[in-house]
């Protein structure tokens, strides 16, 4: 067996242009991978990593301001998936989840996205959906000098703003000393500065049912967002060629993503539930400005290589990562009235405020206090790696033995101090206005001047340390992992087979506070622990033909609780309390895969999977309030738990073809088509009174479909892409496990992009793209869709551009 069958993987490529060269790399390949690459990632109006994946089957993204940002495999939640860069584990920014926020990836600094869905024992296990590998620039990857230049426009429909990009990529291959060839260099910047905005309104779930099943509303806030996203992203990669049997890389990549965010909200809240139409009390409203800026940075180093003696081949690496996300200086200032207003609403999808002038009317508003916070997040992350791996042959057979291990640091570490600003001496909020919202929901009213409300600080009567929101979320902790593993590979006549065991020892340590409200003490909490887990694998693969392969896996992983879920933070307002839980145990997952691909001549492919996923203490949030027992006296305690078992089960079909047999000009039709059926049941725990109930839903995150249509053409210098990404409902909170009524749910979401592109020269590329051409809008649900739990549009964006690139 060749070594370089070590690296085969199944390569399903969203764009018919590379469709051809993927599909002869998936006929060899040992497991289950789906990848974008980079001519792919270009073709279509992507603006960061989670964009470009969602085009490939089993993949969808949860969106954040309309743009994609955390990625769901199989419908299942983004925290059951894992993200790597080059091969190395990324920290998360972010200081509640492990997974990573991709949005802070630039797409133009990809070479490729890879999502594995049946992982093997040489690979982390912390992933039960997917793990996502991206993979930066490489010289190699290229013949010879190569250069990519882009300069893009864009303009958003909703504010009229228009944004800029820039973007480069080049590498080239050098002689160096008594080589040729030997030493590659990769490098590439982005930059994009995007201006743009939404349009919301949230009741947050707050509804009083009626027996009959009707709903009266309680609460509605109207936001206005407005947004500027920064992205600049830098990577610089070398590969050097010692001699033929040795080879060394370093691989880096620099991302940066600066959010600015200015939120004007009004919130009603009604003395009693009313129904839509039905006039009532809105209890003394407030308006509120949020301003703040979040910055985060992931950068990944990691250098290795590879060695090779006679059937003997050594891979080693070293790598380090480094995650941060500051808030510096945020603002929040809220603007009460000091009596009621009259009002009502209309549409309970959308609910429309109508009420009395002066609930519009910044006189009737007062400068009531304002919050000041600045919060640091960092996660690093240092790993050491060695593989080792021998070909020989078994009764005639080509064989291979491999076999490692793997040694992973991590420290995370969050604070934030929050002081509080009251005792204006200007308090009405008629000086702190400038003009009204522009908002496409309704009526709105006066809009904050950030300016003014910063300017007004230095003059505060009272400023003190808000010593709840200061402590409760601080937290340390220590992750360690140690990992060694055993695999094997054989082909027998038309069979492949490889099996193999890893074990991942794991050593936690963590420290928050405890902290309570009505004495304002806070006492630390630590927490020590120690487990390790056995995951064993098998895949197997059988060619019937030249066309047709029978592809199936069964496979172990294990995905550990998020950092909000773990810290050991304790929150106590009288009877109500919020209590992190470090004792919770890991999700495990036993997977099988089974499938048939039949290629299609050129660039045409069929395929159908199955899969079944059974979880075991899989992890969810509830209330324990009134139970027997520690939470028996208080009226809320909310905790994450392990529930018993969960079972995931679903079919993924795809197919690619590129019509070249038609005749002239029907020959440049291009259809790609994919589309993820699942389902999922699984049993949760929660209070109803004193008793302890329990339920059947869907795990959190789950979608039932997720589906691509991409009708493209091609000919001469033309190419033209309409893409459609579908993705149905799903449960997002269970907020009472006693009552399905007050669960909260994420609607359906269809998204429709267009591009276009010509040839001018060889070199020269101009490009047209929309993105959310039919105006989709983010829709959460409460219980039944017709009740809002949050509603927000962003319009469409229009891109223009030109490429010059020798390739």
């Known amino acids: 067996m060749a070594s370089s069958d070590k690296t085969e993987q199944v390569l399903v490529v969203g764009q018919a242009s590379n469709i051809n060269r993927a599909l002869n790399r998936q006929r060899a390949a040992d497991n289950i991978i789906t990848v974008v690459n980079a001519d792919a990632i270009g073709q279509l109006p992507d603006a960061n990593a989670a964009e470009s994946l969602r085009r490939i089957p089993g993949v969808s993204v949860e969106l954040d301001q309309g743009e994609g940002r955390k990625v769901s495999v199989r419908g299942l939640s983004p925290d059951l998936n894992s993200v790597t860069i080059n091969g190395v584990t990324v920290p998360s920014p972010d200081k509640d989840d492990r997974s990573v926020n991709l949005d802070v990836v630039s797409s133009d600094l990809l070479e490729s996205l890879e999502v594995t869905k049946s992982v093997t024992p040489d690979m982390d296990a912390d992933s039960i959906g997917g793990s996502v590998n991206i993979k930066s620039l490489s010289a190699y990857d290229r013949d010879g000098f190569f250069y990519k230049l882009n300069a893009e426009g864009s303009k958003?429909?909703?504010?009229?703003?228009?944004?800029?990009?820039?973007?480069?990529?080049?590498s080239d291959v050098f002689s160096v000393g008594d080589g040729t060839d030997n030493l590659g260099v990769a490098a590439g910047v982005s930059w994009q500065k995007r201006k743009f905005g939404s349009d919301n309104v949230e009741t947050g779930g707050k509804w009083a049912f009626e027996d009959d099943g009707t709903a009266k509303l309680e609460e509605v806030e109207l936001r206005d967002y407005q947004i500027t996203r920064e992205r600049l992203g830098a990577t610089l990669n070398f590969d050097y060629k010692l001699n033929r049997d040795n080879e060394l890389y370093l691989r880096t990549l620099y991302s940066e993503f600066k959010d600015t965010e200015l939120r004007n909200s009004v919130t009603a809240e009604f003395d009693s539930p009313v129904a839509a139409g039905e006039s009532g009390e809105i209890k003394e409203p407030k308006r509120e400005l949020k301003d703040r800026k979040?910055?985060?940075?992931?950068?990944?180093?990691?250098?290795?290589?590879?060695?090779?003696?006679?059937a003997w081949t050594i891979d080693y690496s070293a790598s380090y990562s480094h995650a941060e996300e500051k808030k510096p200086n945020a603002v929040e200032s809220a603007f009460e009235s000091s009596s009621n207003v009259a009002g009502s609403f209309s549409d309970t999808k959308k609910p429309k405020i109508t009420a009395v002038d002066g609930f519009y009317q910044a006189s009737n508003y007062e400068f009531k206090e304002a919050e000041v916070s600045d919060s640091k997040t960092t996660d690093k992350l240092y790993n050491f790696k060695l593989d080792i791996s021998r070909d020989f042959d078994w009764n005639n057979n080509p064989a291979m033995v491999k076999f490692g291990g793997k040694i992973s640091r991590r420290d995370k570490e969050a604070h934030e101090d929050v002081w509080k600003y009251e005792d204006f001496p200007d308090t009405d909020m008629a000086n702190y206005v400038k003009g009204s919202v522009d908002y496409a929901l309704g009526r709105f009213g006066p809009e904050v001047n950030p300016s003014a409300v910063k300017a007004a600080l230095g003059s505060a009567g009272t400023k003190e340390k808000d010593l709840e929101k200061s402590i409760v979320?601080?937290?340390?902790?220590?992750?360690d992992i140690n990992a060694a593993y055993l695999m094997g590979k054989v082909d027998i006549e038309k069979w492949r087979f490889m099996t193999g065991v890893r074990y991942e020892g794991t050593d936690f340590k963590a420290s928050g506070y405890q902290?309570?409200?009505?004495?304002?003490?806070?006492?630390?909490?630590?927490?020590?622990?120690?487990?390790g887990h056995w995951l064993p694998a098998l895949h197997g693969r059988y060619r019937i033909d030249d066309n047709t392969l029978i592809r199936a896996a069964w496979t172990h992983s294990v995905v550990r609780p998020t950092f909000e879920q773990a810290?050991?933070?304790?929150?106590?307002d009288d009877d109500k309390a919020e209590i992190g839980n470090p004792n919770l145990k890991p999700v495990e997952s036993s997977n099988l895969d089974l499938g048939i691909e039949h290629y299609m001549g050129r660039a045409g492919v069929i395929s159908a999977f199955v899969f079944y996923k059974d979880l075991e203490n899989f992890i969810y949030n509830t209330d324990l309030a009134g139970t027997p027992g520690t939470f028996e006296n208080f009226s809320e305690a909310k905790i994450a738990q392990n529930g018993d078992s969960g079972h995931v089960y679903g079919m993924e079909l795809a197919y690619s073809k590129q019509f070249s047999e038609l005749p002239y000009p029907f020959n440049g039709l291009l259809v790609n088509a994919n589309a993820t059926f699942a389902d999922s049941e699984a049993e949760v725990k929660g209070a109803k009174g004193n008793t302890l109930v329990t339920r059947d839903v869907a795990l959190p995150g789950q979608s039932d479909v997720t589906a691509n249509l991409i009708l493209?053409?091609?000919?001469?210098?033309?190419?033209?892409?309409?893409?459609?990404?579908?993705k149905s409902s799903y449960l997002d909170e269970i907020t009472k496990v006693s009552d399905k009524r007050f669960d909260l749910y994420v609607d359906d979401y269809t998204?429709?992009?267009?591009?276009?592109?010509?040839?001018?020269?060889?070199?020269?590329?101009?490009?047209?793209?929309?993105?959310?051409?039919?105006?989709?809008?983010?829709?959460?649900?409460?219980?039944?869709?017709?009740?809002?739990?949050q509603y927000e549009e962003y319009g469409t964006a229009w891109k223009l551009g030109v490429t010059l690139s020798n390739f």
Request: glycine share 6%; proline share 2%.
């Open 515 to 531: 902290f309570d409200k009505d004495s304002e003490v806070a006492t630390k909490r630590k927490v020590n622990k120690d487990y």
């Open 156 to 170: 958003d429909d909703n504010t009229g703003d228009t944004s800029p990009k820039l973007a480069g990529t080049v």
């Open 567 to 572: 810290r050991p933070g304790l929150l106590l």
């Open 294 to 310: 979040e910055i985060q940075k992931i950068v990944s180093t990691v250098f290795g290589g590879t060695s090779r003696n006679d």
């Open 473 to 479: 979320n601080d937290y340390t902790l220590q992750e």
């Open 712 to 726: 493209g053409y091609e000919l001469d210098r033309l190419s033209l892409r309409l893409s459609t990404h579908y």
């Open 751 to 789: 998204q429709v992009d267009f591009s276009a592109s010509y040839q001018l020269t060889d070199e020269l590329n101009i490009f047209f793209q929309a993105v959310n051409l039919t105006d989709a809008a983010f829709y959460k649900y409460t219980g039944k869709e017709k009740y809002n739990a």
